[in-house]
T-cell receptor
Framework: DAKTTQPPSMDCAEGRAANLPCNHSTISGNEYVYWYRQIHSQGPQYIIHGLKNNETNEMASLIITEDRKSSTLILPHATLRDTAVYYCIVGWGSNYKLTFGKGTLLTVNP | KAGVTQTPRYLIKTRGQQVTLSCSPISGHRSVSWYQQTPGQGLQFLFEYFSETQRNKGNFPGRFSGRQFSNSRSEMNVSTLELGDSALYLC???????????????FGEGSWLTVV
């Protein structure tokens, strides 16, 4: 599995943009970048995924660098309810499962 | 449309007992995978079923088993429960089998199992 590296924690002020980085330098050509988040005691929630191009949906934007070795998840206007652990995952490639790391605990402060 | 539904949400079992957890996937999804989440080990893949067949299996002992029905609903069973089996068990569904390019899995809320 391609390994991902994320900061263990980040803080963000409510109403500001939250930019969560992820390094995946060993990503292979056919692997997608996925982002999930998990609020305490709940199942992981799918946010967004992408291969090469930047992606945007109603929840977030995903910026992938041209060499695909890193990406940034952007929550444009963070709210208190966005406080969660955010997981950056690279899959699927040759693997049949998504491998979750420790993620980034994003705390949105009032 | 309805998301992934897991039952029960919470349960307490005694060591040595067995437990069965149920999962109803998103309508139209044929793949169901199961994960175990503990504070120490994080999220770990248990197994995946697609069209009633187990397609992939993680590194868990044989006490952990599962099955999938013709309507794509799935159950997982843990026999001879141990204290270390206390965890959040998550079910996820997807349209395609794991490994399919661009495939997205959607998780349920999980079943909290406490073994005493």
């Amino acid at each position: 599995d391609a390994k991902t590296t994320q900061p263990p924690s980040m803080d963000c002020a409510e109403g500001r943009a939250a930019n969560l980085p992820c390094n995946h330098s060993t990503i292979s050509g056919n692997e997608y970048v996925y982002w999930y988040r998990q609020i305490h005691s709940q199942g992981p929630q799918y946010i967004i995924h992408g291969l090469k191009n930047n992606e945007t949906n109603e929840m977030a934007s995903l910026i992938i660098t041209e060499d695909r070795k890193s990406s940034t998840l952007i929550l444009p206007h963070a709210t208190l309810r966005d406080t969660a652990v955010y997981y950056c995952i690279v899959g699927w490639g040759s693997n049949y499962k998504l491998t979750f790391g420790k993620g980034t605990l994003l705390t949105v402060n009032p | 449309k309805a998301g992934v539904t897991q039952t029960p949400r919470y349960l307490i079992k005694t060591r040595g007992q067995q437990v069965t957890l149920s999962c109803s996937p998103i309508s139209g999804h044929r793949s169901v995978s199961w994960y175990q989440q503990t504070p120490g080990q994080g999220l770990q893949f248990l197994f995946e079923y697609f069209s009633e067949t187990q397609r992939n299996k993680g590194n868990f002992p044989g006490r952990f088993s599962g099955r999938q029905f013709s309507n794509s609903r799935s159950e997982m069973n843990v026999s001879t429960l141990e204290l270390g089996d206390s965890a959040l068990y998550l079910c996820a569904s997807s349209l395609a089998v794991g490994g399919a390019s661009g495939n997205t899995i959607y998780f349920g809320e999980g079943s909290w199992l406490t073994v005493v």
